[in-house]
């Protein structure tokens, strides 16, 4: 079995920095999603002068930047809180947990509600929910975020209605523009007075309160890289960049952060001709998973990333395989086709499971995982 993980229970923030193996992790939540190319052009800049460069997407739409040593960490807040990237305190920051999607247009409001559901979790009297506990507004015509992590969510129903929704459950709340924002609140509220996380309060059998009977849409499929209405959809590897890809990104558009690490450029008409940006659904990168591993993480077991590149061209179309540091599967904290969590003892193997779940084989050697794949799947 995975060796014991270590359960901060707390995310870090830009306020509340995380150390990790290689320095300080300072992770951004850009307002309702999105960075406009002075934001961006900024982040790569401090990112290189204050960090090591590296640059993550988080599956919670953050932007995280690393290595950044103690000493330089003032100085680096104070650069991004001159861009309208810090929020006035670590508890506003940390209630700002807010997904949107990234297909929004103007006219469906989910910009304009994003904005609104911000400025009232800035109030004193905002729901004192856990770091974790999320909102999601997916206000397109068809939701794209329901793998995405968020407890109280906004969506559309098929005839258009706006629908008031918690996570894992199949009926929504019909609601209007005007009271959108206050219904996601008392519904936050409502899970505050019955637990913390939406999922395990329905999970109980406890009933949500009355009007949940319209029809949520079901739409399950993470989108593909490619050209959307709103403008181009490109993924990095692992969901990483460094400062240089970042600056050049930002001459192309806006960026719209999604939860699938990849970014939309806002208004782009043609996919950018760039080595470090996977462009293509048929890039067998999309198909794995992996967090930073060791040395980066002080968790880690092993190396993920070059194991994961060299093993990405055996993994069958249409399937995923997740390389973990450790059991705490943070790349991806759901089921993979294949996971190999890296242990004191080798390698496990998971089989439609999580990183922490019982595997099938264990003990397994870097060296070996490329062949074993082959022949297991
Ligand atoms: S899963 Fe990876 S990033 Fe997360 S704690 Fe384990 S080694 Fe670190």
Redesign the pocket.
Known sequence: MSGA?KIKGWCPGALRPMMSGDGLIVRIRPPAGRLDQRQTAGIAALADRFGNGIIDLSNRANVQLRGIAKNRYEALIDGLRSLGLIDPDRVVESRRNILVTPFRSADDASGVIAAQLSSMLARPDAPDVSAKFGYAVDLGAKPVLQDAPGDVRLERAADGTLLLCAAGYFLGKPVSHDTAVPQMLSLARWSLEHGTRMSRILDKGTPLPDGFDIARQSVASVPEPGIYPAGVLVATAFGQLDAATLSDIAGLGALRVTPWRMLLIEGATSLPRRASLICSPADPMLRVMA???APG?T??HAGTRDLARDLAKHVPVGQTLHV???A????FPRAANFTMTATSAGFDLIRDGT?DATPEHTGLSARDLPDFLKKVH
């Open positions: 993980v967090c930073i591993g993480c968790q880690g973990s540091g450790c705490k599967g943070c790349a990183a």
